[in-house]
């Protein structure tokens, strides 16, 4: 069967923006999980918050519910709740989910609701033309902190194993391959999974080189269940950028199985 | 005139530190009162605090419909010493006292003094039932197939949760109580758009925070039902009083235009028809419908007559949901085209606007068909009454003292608002507006819609409600 998962709407994204990238490796990953027998196509709910991330639901022509800004992650609780059978997919970015709607990121982990959360995440405010946000690092020049940033931002995977997310991942927009697996594990894992994909802003914060040289797959045999092990690993570096030389390790750093939320409802 | 000399009403106050089980008593005074075959209106006063503070609870009956309760007591009930000091300047000349009893001493008590007084009932047990206008509501939405109820707590809503909650089954209703707000209302949101009769609530400060989410309702048009509890605003106000000052945030809840119904029961059997309706309007329309309510009809318990078997669920099968084969839907915050693609340019933007705003008419022309104006007392009168909300059960009662006939319009619906019925009832009349609240806001809307100016108004904004008798005799110096 041919899915035709694209839609006539003009793709606006910056040329050459990491968002493409994400964009073709998630249809991608729905062609082969429908092609495997995995998914049926009308079951996908494609949700998207508000920035640049979030023009992807016009893109992808599955159900889509491109939310409020900040607002998407009840939302997909919501859908999931309501239809269980619904696989429940969200593309958020940093502004959306770190900033702005943080509390709902941190209780749909503490809730394991059964859906699937996509970062993509560039520290910087893009759709906005340039701000800094809560993972731009210390001392970042932005049009709203001319002088510079005075906060440190924060390990938003460390605060999600803190939260009790069952699946804490991170890719590299810029490796589609290694992004496809990842999603095609969050996806069939159940439970609140969470992505982080690194997806550098050509336009305002460019960290294409930066990453190109520190990102790092961690080892097939790194063990997924041990979160103590997953807080040491995604403590690495990473959040010190840009003024030290870590590496940033990518990967399925934890994977556990506990009852969801969805479950624990109908129970 | 003093309700001293109405023979045919009876109350009862009982009083005692919160925590004591005042409104236990009370409440179960009020069970037995019904079982007896009495009217009943009950009222509760707390503080918004767990323990220590003065509770009070008062019920007035009677053999005839009731629809407030009296200041001045025919038996007070102290749980504590603290009662008798409070409330002894509120004693009829021959009110008597129940101090250090239990409530089933305190149960045998009263039913000695009605008896012994000739204040009895010789009739069976009545089909009413001692019930709030929160549970009443809770009750019509149930009966019009609610899915989901999604609230965070917060005074005087929070019993809608508590008995929705309670009424959970496996497979059927489920109750959802989010990190806030905020949450709540996307959350609801997100079940709309996957198929599900979902209705949350508030008092009006929780649904100030849910203003974007349900403006995206609008644009989106994802039926929902909201209930709005009023308390003593600004800010966090006092929690656990009344107040009828938002009226005009609500009808204009939300940034940007579209299309919405506000419906305002009166009472609980109001409340309950108000749930069902608003369930199924939002779903027949595809608009988000607020039913605003107000600590006093939330909380106070009235004898009412509430029966499901009235009840249709009306589904609107033109929706199609994710899930469907064949189909893609799609549902955006932004503005978007019949497939739900964004779209920015001017003339698709305006047809979309147009598209929205189509449902009004019919909306409005469904509003004639239901009780959106409601008229009691004397129709033909030269004399006008207008209010909306619990402020019915003060005006109604008030109404046992006026000196003439006087024409009492009670507002249901504010949006739409049935321009063409109001203006009909209130032309050419001396028309008196009593609301709860500073601004005069139902005057100020009657005028908006209508052009009439409503000069005599009488307003409370206390937190406290109206007290029957003085209305009547504000009303009838008025209309002297």
Redesign the interface.
Known sequence: MELNLATKSKITWCPGCPNSQILVSFRQVVTELVQNGLLKIENMAAFAGIGCHGKISDYINVNSFTSLHGRMIPAMTGAKCANPSLTVVGFSGDGDSYDEGLEHLIHAAKRNSDINLFVHDNRVFALTTGQFNALSPKGFKSKSTPFGSIEEPFNSLFLMLSAGATFVARTYAGDMAGTKKIMQAAITHKGFSYVDIIQPCITFFDTRDYFKDKVYWIGEDFPTNDLKVAMEKISENAEDLPAQAGKVPLGIFYKVDKPTFEEELYK | MSEDSNKDIFTIGIGGAAGEGVKKVGINIGKLLCDMGFEIYLSIDYPSLIRGGHNFVRLSFSKNKIWNDYAKLDILVCLNEETKEIHKGEMKENAEVISGLALPEIIERIKNILKKRNFELNREKNESELINGNIAFAKGLEAAGL??Y?AYPMTPSTSILHYLASKQT??GL?V?Q???E???I???????????R?AVGSATGGFALMQ??FS?SGMAELPLVVAVVQRQAPATGVPTRSSQSDLRFIIHAGHGEFPRIVIAPGDPEESFKAGAEALNLAWKFKVPVIVLLDKILSEHLMTSSIDSGFISVERNESII??????????????EHDEN???VDKAEDVKRMVEKRFAKSANIEEEMKNREAVKIYGNTDGGDVVVFFGSTKGSVLEAAKYFNKSVKLVQVVWLEPFDTERVKRELEGKRVICIEGNHNGQLASLIREKTGIEITEKILRYDSTSFDSIELAEQINQKFS
């Open positions: 899915d989901f999604i496996k497979e489920k959802i989010p990190e806030n905020i949450a709540v996307n959350m609801a949101l997100g079940m709309a758009y996957a198929g599900k979902v974007e989410a995206f949901f994710p899930g469907t084969p064949e189909k893609v839907v799609k549902v955006t915050s932004y739900g693609i964004t």
